[in-house]
C-alpha cells in the first residue's frame, strides 16, 4: 500500500525537469505537507477563538449535557437530540473541568479537527503520489466544512477524526501478513471509537470485511484469523454499546420524524425506481458537501464534474491499489445498507465523515499515469473543483464562520432594557436562549414565532398579550436582511400596535449562508390601539393565512423537563 516508490526522488521524475524531481524529493513533500497541515491547523484554531454563539442544534444538545447527570445521558435526549455515548460523557467531564460554556463544549471538536488534519496527512502520503497527496492534503486542511464544524460542539468533526484513524488501520495491516499486535491494537482502538462516533460503526465493519476478503485473495488465513480477532474485539463493544445506549436512541421516535425523509424507501414498498431515484439525490448531495459549507439544491456543472471524477478516482483505486479501490466501495456499500435499514440517515451533517474518503478518492485519478501532461491535467482539474472551496476556507483567517449570533443580540437587550420592558425571542432561538439563560443568567418573557395557516387564527388576542408591557424586545434569530424572513416581517406582523424604536444588529460580516446573524428589535406599544386580525402571510412555511403566536415561557420549567429523561 506504501507509495515510497513514488515519493522518492528524480528517477520517477520527467526527464529534463529537475525542479520536479526536486519538488517530488521525499524531504521536500514531507516538509510542504506538515506546512500545509499546520495552515489546516490554525485555520480550526482560529475559527474556535472566535468564539461564535451557539446556534439552535448546538444549544440543543448543550442543555442536555449540561443539566443531566452522566447516567442521565445513557437515556433518550430532549429536544430531538442525539449522539454517541462517550462523546457525551467527554463533552459532559469537559463542562465539568472548564465550565460550561461555549470553550469547553467545542473543545473535543476542536482537538477531533486537529487529529483529523494529522491523521489524513499520514494517510494521504501513503495512498497516493507526492503531488497527489499535497493537493489533497491541502482541500482537507482548508475546507471551509470541516474547518467550521471543528468548533461546533456537536458529534460531526469527532466522526470525521475516528473515520480517518480506522482508515489508518488499512494500509498499516496490509503492509505485510497481520501480525497479532497489530490486529489487537486494530480491534481496541476501534472499540473505543464506536462510543464516539456512529459512522465508526460501519466504516470500522466496511474495514474488517475488506481486510478479510483481501487477506483470504492472498492466502494469508493466518492473518485473516488475527484480524478476525482483533474485530471480535470491536464487536464486542458494540453490542455493549447497543444495550447500553444505541437501543434507546434507535427507538426515538423524535429523532426518526426529523430524519424520515434521510432515508431511502423500502424498495419492497415503495419500488425500486423510488429507492433507486432517493440514491441519486443522495449522490448529488454527497458530491457537493466537501466543496460548500451548505450544499445547494440541483446538479450543477460542479456536481456533475465532481461525480464523474470521483467514478474515475475509485476505477484508478480498483486498477492500481485494488484493496483500497474496494475499501471505498466498501463503505459506500455499507453506508448505503445501514440507510436502507433505517439506522443511518444521509443528509447535510450527517455526511460529514465521507469528506475524507471524496477527497482521497478524487487523488486517485492522478493514479492513472505518471506523464506530466496527464499529472497538470489532474491538477487543474482538482483546482477547477476545489479552489474556490479554498479560498473561501482561507478566509477564515480573517472573517471567520458564524451562524446565529444570538448571544450578542440577547447581551444587548440585558444592557439595554428598562424595568418593565417585556422581552421575548423569537421561536427558533428558543434553545440558544435557554442555553443562556442557563449559563449567563439572560432573561426572557416569552418566544413568539409566524407560521402560515390553512384556518385563519385569533392574531387579536395573541397581539394583545403584547399589551401588558409598554416596550417590548424582540430577540430574532434569522437574518434580519433576508427577505421574507427579517425585521420588517416582524414589522408588519406587529404593526398594529407598536413600531420600532431601536434596531441592533451583531457587526459580524461573514454569516453561513442561508443563515443569520441575529438581531434585536425594541417596539414601542400602543396600548389604545386594536390589534389586526390579519397579519402578513409567511413565506415558511405558505398558507393561506398569515398567524402570530406569542407564548409566556418559564425557563427553569422547561429546564426541568430536559434534565428528567424520557421513559
Known amino acids: 500500500m506504501s507509495t515510497s516508490e513514488e515519493n522518492t526522488p528524480a528517477s520517477?521524475?520527467?526527464?529534463?525537469?529537475?525542479?520536479?524531481?526536486?519538488?517530488?524529493?521525499?524531504?521536500?513533500?514531507?516538509?510542504?505537507?506538515?506546512?500545509?497541515?499546520?495552515?489546516?491547523?490554525a485555520l480550526r484554531i482560529r475559527q474556535y477563538l472566535f468564539n461564535r454563539s451557539l446556534w439552535n442544534d448546538e444549544a440543543d444538545l448543550a442543555l442536555n449535557i449540561i443539566t443531566r447527570s452522566y447516567a442521565g445521558l445513557t437515556h433518550p435526549l430532549a429536544l430531538a437530540q442525539g449522539a454517541p455515548l462517550g462523546f457525551l460523557w467527554a463533552e459532559k467531564s469537559f463542562t465539568e473541568l472548564f465550565g460550561q460554556g461555549e470553550y469547553a463544549l467545542r473543545a473535543l471538536p476542536l482537538l477531533a479537527g486537529i487529529a483529523s488534519v494529522v491523521l489524513f496527512r499520514n494517510l494521504a502520503l501513503k495512498l497516493l503520489p507526492s503531488l497527489a497527496s499535497l493537493l489533497v492534503i491541502g482541500l482537507f486542511a482548508c475546507s471551509p466544512v470541516l474547518i467550521y464544524f471543528s468548533s461546533e460542539s456537536k458529534q460531526y468533526g469527532v466522526d470525521v477524526a475516528a473515520v480517518i484513524a480506522v482508515l489508518c488501520f488499512f494500509p498499516w495491516l496490509l503492509d505485510s501478513s497481520p501480525?497479532?499486535?497489530?490486529?489487537?491494537?486494530?480491534?481496541?482502538a476501534l472499540a473505543v471509537l464506536v462510543w464516539f462516533s456512529f459512522p465508526a460503526v460501519?466504516?470500522?465493519?466496511?474495514?474488517?470485511?475488506?481486510?478479510?476478503?483481501?487477506?483470504?485473495?492472498?492466502?494469508?488465513?493466518?492473518?485473516?484469523?488475527?484480524?478476525?480477532?482483533?474485530s471480535a474485539l470491536w464487536l464486542t463493544s458494540l453490542a455493549l454499546e447497543y444495550v447500553v445506549s444505541l437501543r434507546p436512541l434507535s427507538a426515538n421516535k423524535a429523532l426518526r420524524d426529523y430524519w424520515s425523509e434521510a432515508f431511502a424507501p423500502n424498495p419492497l414498498k415503495a419500488g425500486l425506481?423510488?429507492?433507486?431515484?432517493?440514491?441519486?439525490?443522495?449522490?448529488?448531495?454527497?458530491?457537493?458537501?466537501?466543496?460548500?459549507?451548505?450544499?445547494?439544491?440541483?446538479?450543477?456543472?460542479?456536481?456533475?464534474?465532481?461525480?464523474?471524477?470521483?467514478?474515475?478516482?475509485?476505477?484508478?483505486?480498483?486498477?492500481?491499489?485494488?484493496?483500497?479501490?474496494?475499501?471505498?466501495?466498501?463503505?459506500?456499500?455499507?453506508?448505503?445498507?445501514?440507510?436502507?435499514?433505517?439506522?443511518?440517515?444521509?443528509?447535510?451533517?450527517?455526511?460529514?465523515f465521507s469528506v475524507p474518503v471524496v477527497y482521497l478518492t478524487l487523488g486517485g485519478i492522478f493514479l492513472l499515469s505518471k506523464r506530466a501532461w496527464y499529472q497538470l491535467l489532474c491538477v487543474l482539474l482538482v483546482a477547477f473543483l476545489g479552489g474556490s472551496a479554498v479560498m473561501d476556507g482561507l478566509k477564515g483567517a480573517v472573517h471567520p464562520v458564524t451562524r446565529v449570533e444570538e448571544r450578542a443580540a440577547l447581551a444587548y437587550v440585558q444592557q439595554h432594557r428598562r424595568p418593565g420592558d417585556g422581552v421575548l425571542v423569537e421561536w427558533l432561538g428558543q434553545a440558544s436562549y435557554l442555553y443562556y439563560f442557563a449559563t449567563t443568567?439572560?432573561?426572557?418573557?416569552?418566544?413568539?414565532?409566524?407560521?402560515?395557516?390553512?384556518?385563519?387564527?385569533?392574531?387579536?388576542?395573541?397581539?394583545?398579550?403584547?399589551?401588558?408591557?409598554?416596550?417590548?424586545?424582540?430577540?430574532?434569530?434569522?437574518?434580519?436582511?433576508?427577505?421574507?424572513?427579517?425585521?420588517?416581517?416582524?414589522?408588519?406582523?406587529?404593526?398594529?400596535?407598536?413600531?420600532?424604536?431601536?434596531?441592533?444588529?451583531?457587526?459580524?460580516?461573514?454569516?453561513?449562508?442561508?443563515?443569520?446573524?441575529?438581531?434585536?428589535?425594541?417596539?414601542?406599544?400602543?396600548p389604545s390601539a386594536p390589534a389586526a386580525a390579519q397579519v402578513p402571510v409567511p413565506p415558511w412555511p405558505p398558507g393561506r393565512y398569515g398567524c402570530i403566536s406569542v407564548t409566556i415561557m418559564k425557563p427553569k420549567m422547561v429546564l426541568n423537563s430536559v434534565v428528567r429523561p424520557a421513559g
Open 12 to 41: 520517477n521524475a520527467p526527464s529534463g525537469a529537475a525542479w520536479f524531481a526536486r519538488f517530488h524529493s521525499w524531504p521536500t513533500v514531507t516538509a510542504l505537507s506538515w506546512a500545509i497541515a499546520a495552515l489546516g491547523i
Open 179 to 188: 501480525s497479532l499486535r497489530r490486529s489487537l491494537l486494530y480491534g481496541s
Open 202 to 230: 460501519f466504516v470500522g465493519g466496511a474495514t474488517s470485511l475488506t481486510l478479510v476478503c483481501v487477506l483470504a485473495y492472498r492466502r494469508d488465513f493466518l492473518g485473516m484469523r488475527r484480524v478476525l480477532l482483533g
Open 273 to 352: 425506481p423510488s429507492t433507486v431515484h432517493f440514491y441519486w439525490n443522495f449522490a448529488r448531495g454527497w458530491s457537493y458537501f466537501p466543496w460548500l459549507l451548505w450544499p445547494p439544491h440541483g446538479l450543477s456543472r460542479l456536481g456533475q464534474a465532481a461525480v464523474l471524477l470521483l467514478i474515475v478516482g475509485i476505477v484508478a483505486y480498483l486498477v492500481r491499489r485494488r484493496p483500497f479501490g474496494l475499501l471505498i466501495v466498501a463503505v459506500t456499500s455499507v453506508s448505503v445498507l445501514a440507510n436502507l435499514v433505517h439506522e443511518y440517515p444521509l443528509f447535510d451533517r450527517m455526511l460529514l
Open 441 to 526: 443568567h439572560v432573561h426572557a418573557d416569552g418566544s413568539f414565532w409566524t407560521y402560515g395557516s390553512d384556518r385563519p387564527c385569533d392574531n387579536v388576542s395573541q397581539l394583545n398579550k403584547l399589551k401588558r408591557w409598554r416596550r417590548v424586545w424582540l430577540v430574532i434569530g434569522p437574518d434580519p436582511h433576508v427577505v421574507g424572513h427579517g425585521v420588517q416581517a416582524y414589522e408588519r406582523v406587529f404593526a398594529s400596535i407598536s413600531q420600532v424604536t431601536e434596531f441592533f444588529v451583531p457587526p459580524i460580516r461573514r454569516p453561513v449562508d442561508g443563515v443569520g446573524i441575529a438581531a434585536a428589535v425594541l417596539l414601542k406599544i400602543d
